[in-house]
């Protein structure tokens, strides 16, 4: 079975600072793996240069996505062949309904990934993208409404979790999606992403928190301190973290 994603010594920089240090990391299809940290490790750090962010710097080590080396890949790119990035702060765009968007979207990836398939039409696409904001609670209406302008945290998430599930990405990195989420959105959210597990969809979740955990039920927990995973272990791992927090690994 071939890795979905392979770093290999990876080091990530921002300006003249390093902020990610010779780390490694395999994810297998259909595996959810959780990173855990403290404010400043590093971690979104990772997901936004895994999907492309030009802020950051890959400074050592690789990166391949599905076999092909990910780094010499545009953010297009990337998420054509399936990567996908849920941010911690979705942004609002005035003039550009949720259904517009997605409908853009959508219809652009079942392109590239296959250029002889016709565009679904503007009504079968209506119904599709019904269905699955009945699955995650959304009022109906939000699809004509600005993307996320107006939009509560709890919205924004989980038009971020609707749009993952229209595009069935190969691997999704959701950074921190759980933030600002009381606990029905939490477990609204949650539900999407579990919805999804299957051979053909892996996820690297970004949290501080085992509480989104606890709905998840990931397959690999990692402790990154520091610029680099410090500790891994199974789901017992983010109930231990719950309990003691990340001192050990922060004075080790």
């Known amino acids: 079975m071939s890795p979905i994603l392979q770093l290999t010594g990876l080091s990530i920089g921002i300006g003249d600072k390093e902020v990610i240090h010779n780390l490694s990391l395999t994810v297998n299809p259909g595996e959810l793996h959780a990173v855990m940290g403290p404010n400043g490790s590093g971690k979104s750090t990772l997901v936004s240069t895994l999907m492309g962010h030009p802020s950051y710097t890959v400074t050592g080590g690789s990166a391949e996505f599905l076999g092909e080396n990910l780094l010499t890949l545009q953010p297009h790119e990337r998420a054509q062949k399936g990567l996908f990035l849920a941010f911690q702060y979705p942004r609002e765009i005035a003039g550009v309904t949720l259904r517009n968007f997605l409908f853009a979207a959508y219809n652009a990836q079942m392109a590239a990934r296959d ?22 609670h959304m009022d109906p209406a939000f699809a004509d409404r600005s993307l996320n302008k107006g939009f509560s945290g709890g919205e924004k998430k989980k038009a971020e979790v609707l749009q993952m599930k229209l595009l069935e990405p190969r691997l999704a990195l959701l950074d921190e999606t759980d933030s600002g989420l009381d606990i029905d959105a939490l477990k609204t959210v949650a539900q999407g992403v579990q919805s999804m597990r299957s051979p053909e969809f892996s996820a690297i979740v970004v949290t501080h928190y085992a509480r989104l955990l606890h709905h998840l039920q990931p397959d690999y927990v990692h402790v990154m301190v520091g610029g680099n995973i410090v500790q891994s272990g199974a789901a017992e791992l983010a109930l231990e973290l719950e309990k003691t927090g990340y001192k050990e690994y922060e004075n080790s």
């Open 115 to 136: 250029p002889a398939k016709k565009k679904v039409s503007p009504v079968k696409f209506k119904a599709h993208l019904a269905a699955l904001m009945k699955e995650l």
